[in-house]
């Protein structure tokens, strides 16, 4: 038999900053969760199936990629809205126009929720690799501004309006605003990052969102520390 070597010359770089996205969950389907924030305020999400999610009676497709152990990263497709579902620790996070904390009925009570705005990132710079030569740097300036650019223009670092939240157990849900220069492998008129970070296994899911053809591209991936 004659022996031949393979090479693997794909390198994957066709899917993009979506090369190394976790697979979809489809964990979610066919349950009801409701929400409770401090203030009262109230949510309820039923999960219809793979596709279809009623947010209090309203309808809307989304996309589901976990985020770390029984913590999912929900995107609805009609708007740029986010959910962030912990079921280890009780609590989601809704991303709207800001960042709303809500405790999961049943797993925590609404006076009780862990999650919430932090500095503790701040000094921090982390390269996120995406796929193929495709990665963002994150640099945390402040509670409230991060500089990031995007692979392969690492140069072109810009101070972007980022809210940082903490999950709990090293997680850590980062929303920024985000304006990519022309060129670069993201949706075109990128406007919005929103990200759960891992920084125990120096892993991140998140999505960058165009508001300009409601565009998005889920993804994950590892990071590299600064001088490391």
């Known amino acids: 038999m004659r022996s031949e070597s393979v090479t ?78 912990d079921l280890k620790r009780g609590h989601a996070v809704v991303v709207d126009d800001t960042l709303a904390f809500f405790a999961i009925d049943g797993l925590r009570d609404a006076g009780d929720i862990a999650a919430g705005l932090t500095d503790e990132m701040t000094g921090t710079s982390v390269r996120w690799h995406l796929g193929a030569e495709r990665y963002l740097d994150q640099q945390y300036v402040s509670d409230k501004e991060s500089r990031l650019a995007w692979s392969p223009r690492p140069d072109k670092a810009r101070s972007c309006r980022t809210a940082f939240a903490a999950l709990g157990d090293g997680l850590f849900l980062i929303e920024a605003d985000n304006h990519a220069v022309p060129g670069l492998d993201v949706p075109q008129g990128l406007a919005r990052l929103v990200m759960v970070q891992d920084f125990h296994r120096v892993l991140v899911t998140g999505c960058a969102y165009s508001s300009v053809f409601n565009d998005r591209i889920l993804f994950s991936g590892y990071g590299e520390f600064a001088g490391r």
């Open 8 to 85: 693997l010359a794909n390198t994957g770089e066709q899917h993009g900053i979506g090369q190394y996205r976790f697979p979809r969950s489809y964990f979610l389907t066919g349950k009801s969760y409701g929400l409770t924030a401090a203030d009262g305020a109230r949510i309820r999400l039923e999960f219809l199936d793979r596709e279809r999610v009623r947010i209090d009676g309203e309808l809307s497709f989304f996309d589901c990629v976990p985020a770390a152990e029984d913590v999912y990263f929900v995107s609805l497709l009609v708007a740029a809205r986010f959910i962030v579902l």
